[in-house]
């Protein structure tokens, strides 16, 4: 067994312990890194960028599949569209191998250890890390100064379904080797929604089943309704409302709000009813940190309830987003070398990657409410803006909230294609305490999707121009 000793020692080489090893190297804070899996974690490897690289892919097929199949506005003509799997994966798969070899090398030039391996934890200060399994690499005793647990999230299973044969998890369903003649998702969450999507573009017939009485119950309903609308032309079939029994002989037994059970044949299953924080199974109960939850408890600076050990990322619970996750290791990074840090955003935005994309950051027009904020809110839709005639994509809309008394921006939402670009934007203007009268008067380039969020600015002051 060799022993090592450090500085900063994070378990974890996802978003949140990559960019914290990063940050640390740059403040020249000593840090050793150990990761049993890929750098990159959940995010590189099984989840981001892999999955908008697969939907990236289906919608291509998709539209190659709708101009061989009807006669187009746009003049294309198609015949036989075919896509080839295996390309398609091993395409993906050099995304996931460019972005984590960056990672690595990003680390390495900063100065991290990198220890491939699964580390275990023995108590606040040390960690023992068994090398990979055929690895000859020793066996290592890890002693720290600071503990960074960044161990991410699991898929949660479902008992009386478990992972294994036809039941898939998210990292399966992203390595496909074949398209399953009819797939049955259950629950219509972000991934869900987000591969069931895909699925279906990749020409598979598809099921959705959410115990919700509507698809994405975390995004407000006006969000949603473009998604459902979308579904429906696409074919993808809804059941909502119901919830899964179990599954026998290539069937999943389900049953409705009213209590009728029925079948749906399915080659394949993807369970996708939330992830969990991975907070077993390697040593972490015997600290007896204090939960929330399931995820560890932190206050605003990441620590846990013992001196010196840090939590971020999905182990540190919702929202379970890779920005959020770096976000809270470079702030982490930081504080252990010294600087003034808290993590207080006034917003994380979030997207999902559905058809059409949904973005939101900060308040919607409830949360506000709930809040007891007095409040304007305003859309626009994207039926009254140049720029998605231009690529054919009406649906949709911008929506901004913002106090009444002093115009300051609460919140902005937004369904449409495209619109996962407007994140940057919305958070901005949100985190530097924007009004609506800094959006209506900045002056937005013309013709794009972003002219929508100045007329939502201006309708919500009274004075929409385009519509
Ligand atoms: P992780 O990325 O899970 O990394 C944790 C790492 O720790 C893993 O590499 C694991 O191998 C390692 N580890 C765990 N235990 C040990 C141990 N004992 N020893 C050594 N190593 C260990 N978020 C977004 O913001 N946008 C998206 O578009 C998005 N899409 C997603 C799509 C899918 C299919 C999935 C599953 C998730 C998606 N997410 C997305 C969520 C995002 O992946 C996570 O929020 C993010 O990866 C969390 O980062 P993390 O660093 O906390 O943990
Ligand atoms: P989710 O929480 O987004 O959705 C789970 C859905 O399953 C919910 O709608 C829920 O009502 C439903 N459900 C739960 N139990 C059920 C049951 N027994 N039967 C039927 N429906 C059931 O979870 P997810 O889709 O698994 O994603 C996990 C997490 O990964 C997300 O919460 C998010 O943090 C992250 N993620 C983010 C993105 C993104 O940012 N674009 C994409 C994918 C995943």
Request: net charge negative.
């Amino acid at each position: 067994m060799e022993t090592l000793t450090t500085t900063l020692l994070i378990i974890g080489g996802g978003p949140g312990g990559y960019v914290a090893g990063i940050r640390a190297g740059q403040l020249n804070v000593p840090t050793i890194l150990v990761e049993g899996a890929q750098p990159g974690g959940t995010c590189l490897t099984i989840g981001c960028i892999p999955s908008k690289a697969l939907i990236h892919a289906a919608d291509e097929f998709s539209k190659a599949t709708t101009y061989a199949a009807q006669e187009s506005p746009l003049g294309i003509t198609l015949d036989n569209p075919r896509i080839d799997l295996d390309r398609t994966v091993a395409w993906k798969d050099g995304i996931v191998k460019r972005l984590t070899g960056g990672v690595g090398a990003l680390l390495k030039k900063h100065g991290v250890r990198v220890i491939k391996g699964w580390a275990r934890v023995i108590d606040g200060k040390t960690v023992e890390v068994q090398p990979p399994a055929g690895s000859e690499q020793a066996v290592f005793r890890i002693r720290c100064e600071h503990l960074l647990l960044a161990a991410g999230s699991e898929p949660v299973e479902l008992p009386f379904m478990p992972f294994g044969g036809p039941v898939v998890s998210s990292t399966e369903a992203l390595s496909p080797d074949s398209m399953p003649r009819r797939l049955v998702v259950v629950g219509a969450g972000y991934i869900g929604m987000e591969l069931g999507t895909a699925y279906r573009k990749l020409g598979s017939k598809v099921t959705v089943v959410e115990a919700f009485d509507r698809i994405l119950p975390a995004y407000d309903a006006d969000l949603a309704k473009p998604v459902a609308a979308s579904l429906a032309r696409l074919g993808v079939e809804l059941r909502l409302g119901t919830s899964v029994l179990g599954m026998e002989d290539g069937q999943v037994r389900v049953r409705d709000a009213s209590g009728v059970e029925s079948r749906l044949e399915a080659d394949r299953v993807l369970v996708a009813v939330g992830r969990k924080p991975r907070t077993t199974g390697w040593g972490l109960e015997s600290l007896m940190l204090d939960m929330d939850g399931r995820a560890l408890k932190v206050d605003a600076l990441c620590r846990t309830s013992m001196r010196n050990v840090w939590a971020i990322g999905d182990l540190a619970g919702e929202p379970m987003l890779a920005h959020r996750a770096m976000a809270q290791g470079e702030m982490v990074a930081e504080i252990i070398a010294g600087k003034y840090r808290e993590f207080a955003p006034a917003a994380i935005p979030a997207v999902c990657y559905t058809d059409p994309e949904i973005v939101v950051a900060g308040m919607t027009p409830l949360e506000a409410d709930h809040a007891g904020v007095e409040f304007i809110s305003a859309h626009f839709p994207f039926s009254a803006n140049g720029r998605a005639m231009t690529i054919e994509s009406l649906d949709g809309f911008v929506r901004v909230v913002a106090r009444k008394d002093n115009h300051v921006i609460l919140g902005w939402q937004a369904v449409g294609a495209g619109v996962s670009e407007l994140a940057a934007g919305f958070a901005q203007s949100i985190e530097m305490g924007a009004q609506l009268e800094d959006v209506a008067r900045t002056i937005h380039a013309h013709p794009t999707l972003g002219e929508a969020v100045q007329e939502a600015a201006l309708r919500a002051l009274g004075h929409a121009l385009h519509i």
